[in-house]
C-alpha cells in the first residue's frame, strides 16, 4: 500500500467542545478569584487585629510610647494599695476595637530574719 491509499483522517476539537472547554475554565478561574478574595480579606483582617492586640499591650504598659496618628487610643490609669490598673481603649483606622485591662503591682520584698 502507498502513502497516498491509507489517509488517516485527522481531527481538532469541534467548536462546541472548545466553548464548553473555555466555559469550564473561565468558571474555575472567577471561583478561585472569588477564594483567594476571601483569603486575602481574612489575612489582612487577621494582620490589623493582631496590629490591635500589639498595640493595646504596649500601651498597657506604666511607660508608653504615644501611639500613631491614625489610631485612637484612650487610657485610664488609676492607683490603689501600691498597685496601677491600666485600662486601655485602643481603635484601629479600620474601626476594629479592644480594650485590654492591666495590673501593674510591685514585687513584694522578702523579709530576711
Known amino acids: ?30 471561583a478561585l478569584s472569588g477564594y483567594h478574595r476571601a483569603l486575602q480579606q481574612g489575612l489582612q483582617a487577621q494582620w ?30 488609676t492607683t490603689s494599695a501600691g498597685c496601677v490598673s491600666i485600662a486601655v481603649n485602643i481603635t484601629s483606622p479600620a474601626g476594629r476595637s479592644a480594650r485590654l485591662v492591666t495590673l501593674h503591682c510591685p514585687p513584694e520584698e522578702t523579709s530576711q530574719e
Open 1 to 30: 500500500m502507498s502513502a497516498t491509499g491509507v489517509r488517516r483522517k485527522e481531527q481538532g476539537f469541534s467548536l462546541p467542545e472548545v466553548l464548553c472547554a473555555l466555559l469550564l475554565y473561565a468558571m474555575v478561574i472567577v
Open 48 to 77: 490589623q487585629f493582631r496590629q490591635l492586640w500589639r498595640l493595646a499591650v504596649e500601651l498597657g504598659e506604666p511607660q508608653s510610647p504615644d501611639p500613631e496618628a491614625e489610631w485612637k487610643a484612650i487610657r485610664e490609669q
